[in-house]
């Protein structure tokens, strides 16, 4: 499975949001590879992940894309990211 | 925390500014870019890039209640890897539909994607407990700032 976290430059809050996944998907007990990526380059990269994981403000400036998005408001909560994700991942199945 | 890539590190005293004044969210980005040129890490024209950031992408910058992680790319206005610090006396707006007001902005200067990662998480730590943060925005100066996140031992990361 692949999840690529999307901020706008690909330096700061993605790689935040980054850790913050990993830490999530080690308490839900599932294995991932998590890659950063910004908002420019995030639809090619978007090709190969099952997941996007991004802001609100910038969840509706990636367009039509065919993993599915999880969007999170507040990057430095594990809680809400492992809440969040857990939901998706069950929603897939 | 004494290496100079970590938290602290990157976060010199001259870079921390405590209960400033800001008249709107540029002139807030501002303020912290101040910080930047102060320490080195980087020019005038990293304010004027992490403001258009905003205006290009929108306030997704700001990534919890009340906390906004001031940024651009890296560019030649970047000429170290640094942290500045901004707690303002009254918050302000960046237009975030769930986060706002702003009443820490955190500067952030990259020379690439990967010197500063463990920094950033230990900041992403440090800020995550609603409580530390409000303590970190209301601290009266920058060496009380500076003294709350040495006392912080962020967990190793796996």
Redesign the interface.
């Known amino acids: 499975m692949k999840i690529l976290t999307v ?7 993605s ?2 949001l980054k ?2 996944v990993e830490k999530a998907l ?1 308490r839900l007990g599932v294995t991932a590879d998590v890659e ?1 990526a ?2 420019g380059t995030a639809r090619g990269a978007a090709a190969t992940a099952d997941y996007i994981v991004t ?4 969840a509706p ?1 990636l367009g039509e894309v065919k993993a599915r998005i999880v969007v999170i ?6 809680d809400l990211i492992a809440d969040s994700l857990g939901a998706a991942l069950r929603e897939a199945g | 925390m004494s290496d100079k890539l970590s938290l602290l590190g990157l976060l010199p005293e001259q870079s921390v500014l405590v209960n400033a004044s800001a008249s709107d969210w540029r002139s807030a980005i501002r303020l912290a870019g101040e910080g930047l040129i102060l320490s080195g890490a980087a020019t005038a024209d990293y304010s004027d890039e992490m403001i258009a ?1 905003v205006e ?6 700001v ?3 009340g ?1 906004a ?1 001031a ?4 560019s030649p206005a970047v000429r170290a890897t640094g942290l500045s610090w901004v707690s303002l006396r009254t918050p302000v707006r960046f237009g ?4 706002d007001p702003v009443r820490l902005v955190v500067g ?1 200067a ?1 020379t690439d ?1 990967s010197q ?2 463990a920094a ?2 230990g ?3 440090l ?2 407990d609603p409580a530390r943060l409000a303590e970190l925005a209301a601290a009266p100066d920058a060496a009380t700032v500076r003294r709350l996140i040495s006392n912080f031992e962020p967990e190793v ?2």
């Open positions: 901020c706008g430059m690909g330096v700061g809050s790689i935040i850790m913050n080690r950063v910004d908002i802001s609100g403000e910038l400036q408001d507040n990057l430095v909560n594990v | 950031t290009e992408l929108g306030p997704y910058i990534i919890a209640p906390l992680l940024h651009s790319r890296p975030h539909q769930d986060n952030l990259a994607h500063h990662t950033l998480g900041l992403a730590q800020l995550a990361q796996s």
